[in-house]
């Protein structure tokens, strides 16, 4: 529900509310007692926090997020795209190349054309 609020506040252009939000969603699963039905939930709420901080052009603390959000929640394509773009947007170039590289060794065996996969396999090509 806080999710959903935040994406909410964020679409009606309220940032800071919707940080607010995002952050209590993020904080509130993190400290809920895993249970397995919840161990494969669509998105987690950290990695949607740090998807809020890119779309507000904060890729510095958008990067701590998906590095959190990654412990966690290991071995995921938003999180190792976001953690690249994130990378990307401050500057660390080291940090994008690890996390594209990252990415296509996921998805080595993938049939897709899904702009995520061309965009980290132009990368790393072009290494």
């Known amino acids: 529900m806080l999710g959903a609020?935040?994406?909410?506040e964020q679409a009606t252009g309220n940032r800071d509310e919707a940080l607010k939000l995002m952050r209590?969603?993020?904080?509130?699963?993190?400290?809920?007692?895993?249970?397995?039905?919840m161990e494969n939930r669509l998105y987690p709420m950290r990695e949607l926090l740090a998807d809020m901080l890119m779309v507000q052009n904060q890729p510095k603390a958008a990067l701590t997020e998906y590095e959190a959000s990654m412990?966690?929640?290991?071995m995921r394509l938003r999180g190792f795209y976001g953690a690249a773009k994130?990378?990307?947007a401050v500057g660390d170039?080291?940090?994008?190349?690890?996390?594209?590289?990252?990415?296509t060794r996921l998805t080595r065996n993938a049939e897709s054309d899904r702009?995520?996969?061309?965009?980290?396999r132009k990368r790393v090509a072009s290494q």
């Open 5 to 8: 609020q935040a994406w909410t």
């Open 24 to 37: 209590a969603a993020a904080d509130l699963e993190d400290s809920s007692e895993k249970h397995v039905a």
């Open 71 to 74: 412990k966690n929640s290991p």
């Open 86 to 88: 994130a990378a990307d």
């Open 93 to 103: 170039t080291k940090k994008a190349r690890d996390y594209f590289d990252k990415l």
């Open 115 to 120: 702009p995520e996969l061309q965009e980290a």
